[in-house]
Each structure stands twice: as structure tokens, then as C-alpha cells.
């Protein structure tokens, strides 16, 4: 089992960036899959990005896609997304999300464990 803690959110003006910090704790965090996801009022939880368990493989939502960058490093139990050129409708709660696998997924379905979310706001 693994417990997941996100970080690093705020309020922000558009065009601005935040880093964002999922930190995980246990010893096997380098054996789980990560996603971030995102869940704005009255919208449903929507993929942004995931990482597989050795960095070798990224994927981003269509949305997202050359504005924000995910990461891991697995000494420090922790994965970074990298929210740059921000625009007001990335408003939302983001969360990490964790599964025991070697892929990814893009669905919430897909993970097992996650944190409380982190809250973002982007002014226009």
C-alpha cells in the first residue's frame, strides 16, 4: 500500500507556472505507475498526465500537452508535474493517483490508491 500527499498548488496568474509534488510514502514507490488528474466544480476527473514506473514512458492529455511536463524521482518517493503557460480553465483539484503496474493509465479506474488533491487557480 502506498499513501500519496500532493503539494504545490496556488493561485496564479494566466501565463504563469507552478510545480506540483506528489509524495509518496513506503519503500516500493518506484514499483507503481503514476497520474496526475484533475477535477474542476461540477466536471468530471479528467486524465492530465502519467509516468511509468522508470521514467521511460510519459503521457499527456491533448490539453496539456507542451505546457506541462511530469517527472519522477524515485530516491525521493516523488513525482512533479510541471504546470507552465497557464490558462484559467486548468482551474481545478489536481491529484496523483498510483497503480502496482508498468503501464499507465489514462482513467481514474485504473489506479488504486490516491491523495486529498492539490487546489489550482489560474486569474485571468
Known amino acids: 500500500q502506498v499513501q500519496l500527499v500532493e503539494s504545490g498548488g496556488g493561485l496564479v496568474q494566466a501565463g504563469g507556472s507552478l510545480r506540483l509534488s506528489c509524495t509518496a510514502s513506503?519503500?516500493?514507490?518506484?514499483?507503481?505507475?503514476i497520474g496526475w488528474f484533475r477535477q474542476a466544480p461540477g466536471k468530471e476527473r479528467e486524465f492530465v498526465a502519467a509516468?511509468?514506473?522508470?521514467?521511460?514512458?510519459?503521457y499527456y492529455a491533448d490539453s496539456v500537452k507542451g505546457r506541462f511536463t511530469i517527472s519522477r524521482d524515485n530516491a525521493k518517493n516523488t513525482v512533479y508535474l510541471q504546470t507552465n503557460s497557464l490558462k484559467p480553465e486548468d482551474t481545478a483539484v489536481y491529484y496523483c493517483?498510483?497503480?502496482?503496474?508498468?503501464?499507465?493509465?489514462?482513467?481514474?479506474?485504473?489506479?488504486?490508491?490516491w491523495g486529498k488533491g492539490t487546489q489550482v487557480t489560474v486569474s485571468s
Open positions: 513506503g519503500r516500493t514507490f518506484s514499483s507503481y505507475a
Open positions: 509516468i511509468s514506473r522508470s521514467s521511460s514512458s510519459t
Open positions: 493517483a498510483a497503480r502496482p503496474t508498468v503501464v499507465v493509465s489514462g482513467t481514474p479506474r485504473g489506479y488504486d490508491y
